[in-house]
């Protein structure tokens, strides 16, 4: 799904793990760099966000 909707040339890194807990389900994240698209960008000017590293779990 991913690699059709984005350049030929780029470069794809993928892995996998597999996690018991989830039993029968599927988690994905995906990790996009380079983007130019409003649609993922938003509008406006794009706001810099000041200090560290955030994390999401």
């Known amino acids: 799904i991913v690699q059709g909707r984005i350049a030929r040339n780029a470069r794809i890194i993928w892995g996998a793990a597999v996690d018991p807990s989830l ?12 983007v130019r698209s409003k649609q993922i960008l938003g509008p406006g000017e794009h706001v810099r966000p000041q200090g560290g590293l955030d994390i999401v779990r």
């Open 23 to 34: 039993e029968h389900r599927l988690r994905v994240m995906l990790i996009l760099t380079g």
